[in-house]
Nanobody, 121 residues
Framework: QVQLLESGGGLVQPGGSLRLSCAASGSIFRINRMGWYRQAPGKQRELVAVITSVGNRDYADTVKGRFTIFRDNAKKTAFLQMSSLEPEDTAVYYC???????????????WGQGTQVTVSS
């Protein structure tokens, strides 16, 4: 069993900053990848940013240069630093982790409960 606990969402003005956190717990042998997806009303869930266990990063084109993802492996926690936020960034942000469970072969995706980010004046 793996649980992802998200925090850091809220209301921010355009141009402001916000930092999301995602802490993983459970019978984890290795977290191969962590990141965030987001879903705005009426739209499909989309990739925002991911980071691998060795620190490789991938970002959606719409957030490159504004968002930064990083992680603390010892705490099994990933962070998404969001800067220069725009109204178009408004969405529910879902943490995702691709995890290898101890005693098992093959990896599995787990999802957090989601946290609301609203960018508005």
């Amino acid at each position: 069993q793996v649980q992802l606990l998200e925090s850091g969402g809220g209301l921010v003005q355009p141009g402001g900053s916000l930092r999301l956190s995602c802490a993983a717990s459970g019978s984890i042998f290795r977290i191969n990848r962590m990141g965030w997806y987001r879903q705005a009303p009426g739209k499909q869930r989309e990739l925002v940013a991911v980071i691998t266990s060795v620190g490789n990063r991938d970002y959606a084109d719409t957030v490159k240069g504004r968002f930064t993802i990083f992680r603390d492996n010892a705490k099994k926690t990933a962070f998404l630093q969001m800067s220069s936020l725009e109204p178009e960034d408004t969405a529910v942000y879902y943490c995702n982790a691709r995890v290898l469970i101890g005693g098992q072969t093959g990896e599995k995706d787990y999802w957090g409960q989601g946290t609301q980010v609203t960018v508005s004046s």
